[in-house]
């Protein structure tokens, strides 16, 4: 129990937040101790395993990347055959939106992906640009 729970004086949001960062520091500080992970491994035995992780990832996110396009061009068909119904613009512009923001989400995701690969020092295949 920390200090400032036992004397009572945080509210609720505060302590959820303090929860968020705990767990936020746990998932970095595992992200940092990666690389003393996998140099304790036999080279052998990592190597196939990143590859095969960096072949699923390239795959979820080629995926994940073709989905939001057609979640996106949904959108545009909806906002441009709404013929002036207030209701179908609005939704229109809500796909749109979402999905130009599940695009840089999976963007980043790659980015990510590929720093922590190279963190890592793993060799072999890289995260591709998702492309069709």
């Known amino acids: ?22 767990k936020a520091a746990i998932i970095s500080g595992l992200v ?14 990592v190597s196939p395993i990143l590859k095969n992780v960096v072949t699923a ?4 996110l080629v995926i994940m ?8 061009i949904w959108g545009v068909i909806g906002y441009v055959s709404a013929a002036g119904d207030e209701e ?6 809500q796909h749109m939106l ?7 989400v999976v963007g980043v995701a790659w980015g990510v992906a590929r720093l922590v690969q190279d963190y890592i020092g793993a ?10």
Do not use: H, Q
Not at 2 to 22: N, Q, T, Y
């Open 98 to 104: 979402w999905g130009i923001i599940g695009m840089a």
């Open 32 to 45: 940092l101790a990666l690389p003393l992970i996998v140099a304790a491994a036999p080279a052998d035995v």
């Open 1 to 22: 129990m920390r200090l400032a729970e036992w004397r009572g004086d945080l509210s609720g949001k505060e302590v959820i937040f303090m929860k968020k960062i705990d």
């Open 57 to 60: 990832l390239n795959v979820v």
């Open 123 to 132: 060799t072999g295949a890289k995260p591709d640009i998702p492309s069709f």
């Open 65 to 72: 990347f073709a989905l939001l396009t057609i979640y996106f």
């Open 88 to 93: 179908k613009l609005k939704a229109g512009k």
